[in-house]
């Protein structure tokens, strides 16, 4: 009985502490949106009011801005390629790098590492010279694979560490009951890490999406979104930079909110 | 049906490639009128009427010189004309063509000569101007000093004047632009220094600048503390967080624009040398890999002609070029400045500071160094004589290495410009 | 098992590694050891010899000290909470990710909104009547409150991508060894320490790493809440190459913010060192 009661304080106690966490995050997002949603004179004024008067001439703005739908076009084009590109050359990368001991496997680690740990504003001259040399210079294709390289690091490290994790014993098995390597792979291993590599794939594409830098140089005729708003947002009248902000921040939440059941599902892969 | 709509798919697409090439816009790659509203007038206002239209892409100072060198190194381009400030311009030099063939006999002799870049060539052609001014909300007026005329303030009126806001309002109320967005080099440069020193490189480290340091710690006193984060002055006018402010007439426009009744501009103050005031010049060339040399100087011709200069006055509050009747039908933000500007440039004690000349590349560091003496001296407060002292060992080893002569409001010298 | 089989896939990786990354590296690499066409140490001089590398490199090392730990406490904390909830698992999960899709210069942008003289905090105190004249946080005076702003920003912008990476290593976790310890009567927090931590090493050593890195580079919400109080390694880079345009200067600060990536990795890797025999 009084077990129970205790459990119950503890419950109400953990469900307050998720609740808050939720709170931590969602406030500056409902902030943001507040100053989006808000007429000009009150996103400057105080004190300010913390409901939205849905006054919708900064939101508007955006939507009429020349070349706005072709910009978002752009960017969910780079970000997709980013993602296909980056699961399809990482995960290969992750798996040997958990499964096999070799030579150079250290070498190769310090590079991915590398890669993120380098400045890019300072690459981008290199890959500018290098892409207008060969013609990949303003292509979808082009910044897709400068985003590629800059999402591979998450996309090797973060299927390296699943795939570190899933038993090696299960693919034994499975060679044992008569399946090939690559069999065993695609039925055993693979619908173990799905739902890790889709956050991989999340995390591609979000990268993808705010990259600024890479973008501004790399594109012109197919600037992305993030390109053609954030760089001139921050010299932008208040208002505007909280409507900039949201038609930024909205599509990726939208993005995460469609692939959440793959999120969700990271979690179901522990009840097998 | 859908075999009619792949159709007429695949025939758009077709069409779509064929025509690109014929079709291509010239691309404008430019620094300026870059917030968002700016940037849509640009394209709808002013580019408009070019024949075939215009990309008119604005992009921060990286990109934009990232994209120029990379474009410069791989000796093959797609951009057909550069805007950008003359600082921004006078480190390219090199990658720039001849534009002495424009007619650019209604442009004033002075900005053609910086448009130069001190070689024999015109790299590139003024596109508009502007200068520095201050700005008040009318509820700051009733703290001015007794007798002063906010025409004609010098700098001791200027503190005495803030002094009173901070005291009588609770807090201070003086707002100045020194955030990493914000132009508070071109102040010292072209403002502080010439109005106590009469100069902005010679007596760099004199008793006079050391006097124009002690009185900008004054000031800094009655200045808002968060200044640090300030870029654009617009803002913090607008939420009323200062009252008084000293910023470049496009970074305050937006307050007159919003609420045209609340605020007044004025000429900046006086000091012992003079009113001294730094003009902005903003200019436009051609890269010597511009795809298509005969459209680009068209363009360039086009930004030129009195109505496009009116509507990129319209568009950005930057002033013509040339000379021209401006209409009565500007926005309040060009009005007030425009008076503003009239009454500094028209004082009895104006004092003209130009744009750093013959710097090259080195023109960010130039900055730098004025930047680094006011965040040592006044942020850090370290020893003004021995900040200045130092920095001049810079300064004067910066000149050395650019062998630039001296531009107004210093003596004209032979060699590179002395750091006494 | 054929030798050749790891390299094989990992051909792909290196292949788009070494063009688009070790390629303009050395290009940079190389511009940070020569001067005017010679090898020299020049730039490292001039880097080192300026009055603000000090600050510049103390407050990044600092700035990641502090947010790092915390970081990785948060994450821990909501990652569990993640896998002990029944219901409603999916919208939270969805909630604690959503800055995954918020960049940094937006976070800067929300955040300064909160904290700036008329901003949002002004407004709730005010309007809770603590305070009658709006109170000013982010003065140059007090940069402990700027830099207590700047790692509040961090941990609502950066600690998602840590909790992620937890979750998804706690999922493989098998819930079995829970169980069982649960039948030995071990304690909620035992559990935690002798199960949950040991087993989730690989995606910890991943989610420090990536983390730390990621730290080292910080920028956008220094710039945007800290003015040019608080100079870190990222914004002088920036500004040697494109302001003073010196770029031998900013590449020298470049390889300076690697050669502290390359070192805390390995700090890490050795910290978190998962011996072979204890694979699961």
Redesign the interface.
Known sequence: MSKTTVHHAGNRL?LA??VL??V???V??Y??LI?ALSAPAEV???????WPSFDLASIRFFLGFKGVTAALWSSVQVAVLTMV?AI???A??G??LA????P??QV?R??????????L???A???AV?FIRVGLDDTVLGLA??H??LA???A???T???F?????ELEEAALTLGCNRVQAFFKVVMP?AA??IA?SA??AF?VS??E?FAAAVLTIEHRTL?AFL?QS??VSPLPL??AG?AA??VP??V???AV??Y??A??????R | MTFDHIRSAALAAAVLTMAGPALAEPLFWSTQAKPVEETQRMREQVMAGFPGGVDYQPSD??PW??RIQAEAQAGSGTIAVLGGLHGDLS?LGAMLVDLSSIDTSAVGAAMLELGQLGTGEQKYIPWMQATYLMVANKKALPYLPAGADLNALTYDQMIAWTKALAEGT??PKFGFP???KGLKHRFFQGFLLPAYTGSTVTEFRSAEAEGAWNVFKELWKYT???????GFMQEQLL???VWVAFDHVARIADAFNQRPDDFVAFPAPAGPKGRAFMPVLAGIAVPTTAPDQAQSLALIEYMLRPETQIATLRATNFFPVIATEIPADMPPSVRASAAAIAAMTGAPDALPALLPMGLG?KG??F??IYT?TF??IV?NGQPVRAVLDEEAAVLRALMVEANAPCWAPDLASDGPCPVK | MP?L???L??A???A??CL??????S??AIDSLTRDGTWSLANFERMAGH??FGPTLRNTLLLAAIVVPLQLTLAL??AS?????DRA??M????????????????G??????F?????L???L??LGLID??Q?F?????KGVIFTAVVLTEL?RAT??MM??L?????????EYGEAAEVFGASRWQRFRRITLP?LK??L??AL??RV??A??VFAVV???????LPVL??E???W???????GV??A??MV??AI??GF?VLILRLLH?P?EA??
């Open positions: 953990f502490a998720v966490a939720c931590w995050v969602l500056p997002i902030l943001l100053n400057t004024g105080f004190p300010k009011w913390f590109m399809g050359t990482g290969p990368a798996y040997a499964r096999f001991d070799f150079g496997k190769f310090f590079l991915v590492v590398m890669t993120r740990a380098f400045p504003p300072l690459l001259l290199p890959l290098l694979l400068v590629t390289t591979l690091p998450f090797v490290l973060i390296y560490s699943l570190s994790g899933i038993p090696y173990l739902p890790g956050a999340v995390f979000v999406w705010n600024v993030t954030l947002l921050d930079k909280f902000g930024l921040v990726a939440l993005f995460i909110f959440r059941k999120l969700f990271m979690w179901g892969i522990a009840n | 100072e990286g010189i990232t480190s609770g807090g020194a955030g990493p808002n503390p968060a200044s640090t984060g300030y939420t009323d967080e590349d960010g560091q900055s730098q680094d965040e040592r942020l | 030798r089989l790891p390299y896939l990992l792909p990786a290196t788009f590694l688009f990354f070790l390629y303009p590296f290009l940079v009055w603000k904390l909501m909470m993640v896998t002990r909830l698992r999916g939270v999960l969805y909630i604690f990710a959503i800055p995954l899709g918020i960049s940094d210069l937006a976070a942008l929300v955040w300064l909104a909160i700036e003289q008329s901003g949002f002004n407004s709730a005010s309007g004249t709006p000013l982010l003065g140059y005076q007090s609502w998602a991508i992620v990476i979750v998804a290593g706690m999922g493989l976790i098998p819930k087993l690989p995606s050593q991943t790493i990536l890195i990621m080292f580079e710039l945007a809440l800290g003015g040019t109080n990222m914004s880079t920036y500004n190459q494109f302001t003073m345009q010196e770029r900013a590449a600060y470049a913010i690697l990536s390359v990795t998962v072979k694979r699961p």
